[in-house]
Every structure is written in C-alpha cells, then in structure tokens.
C-alpha cells in the first residue's frame, strides 16, 4: 500500500468517526442488538430493519473509539440492500482483511471497507474494528426466531 492511499484511508476513518452516518435510532427495527469490547471500551447498538432476506436499512448508536465507530458507520452504510447471505459473505472477507489474513479472492468486493486493511498492523484493534459485524450477526440471529415480548422489549 502506497502512503498516499493510507493516508486517504485514515482520513476516511477520521471522517466516519466524526460524521458518523446512520447513528440514531431506527423506527421499528426488526431487530436490534448490543454489543461491548471490554478490551477497549467499546459499545454499540445495532438496528436492524429486513424486508424478506434483505437489510432495508439499518443504523447504530454507540460510544467508543474511532476505529469502532467509523466501522459501525461504514457498515450501515455498506449492508444497506444487502442479503443476509452477503451480508455472512463480507462478514468473512471483512475479518480475514482486519486480522491480516487478506482477502480471497472469491470473497465479495470490499470497497470502502478496505479502508481497514492498516488495523491488521495493531492486533488490539481487530475487535474494535469487528465488533458491529459480530453485533450485526447476534441482530440478524435474532430475526429468525419467533418474536418474544422480550425481544420487543430490548429493541425499545
Ligand atoms: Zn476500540
């Protein structure tokens, strides 16, 4: 990686951390779910909203780092219209980039979340950067289940 990109990668982190995008509550989520690094102090909350097997929109509300921060709001952003297949998909491609394994190739494109390639350099931050993907899959889990008055009751 040349310096020019990573210096434009970290200002896209900068960016995202600052402006987060989709950070509020969503009005009637299908699913929400909490998620915390105690490593770092992280914590997010993730809604989402599926139409059949695909994300219709989703957004978080958290309080951590930047790097778990503009992770969370790129991830709003990228899923958005996404299957849950694809969604698993890029899951995948997204973790073996941030823990230095690379991206196969017959993974799904990554686009802007290349921007975390520099975070497999500082393994502490692996879970800052995944936790709203982990946080993301516990949501998705929590549609397929029948809906309890509990699950009503956490997605307020
Ligand atoms: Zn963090």
Known sequence: ??????????????????????????????????????????????FVKLEGDRVKDLSFQGNGCAI?????SLLTEVLKGKTRAEAEALFTSFHDLVTGHGAKDSGPELGKLKVFAGVSEFPVRVKCATLVWHTLRAALARVQQPATDADAAHAR
């Open 1 to 46: 990686m040349t310096s020019d990109v990573k210096e434009l990668y970290q200002q896209l982190i900068v960016d995202h951390s600052k402006s987060p995008r989709n950070c509020r509550v969503l009005e009637g989520a299908d699913a929400s779910a909490e998620g915390h690094n105690p490593l770092c102090g992280d914590r997010v909350t993730l």
């Open 68 to 72: 778990s921060t503009a992770s969370a």
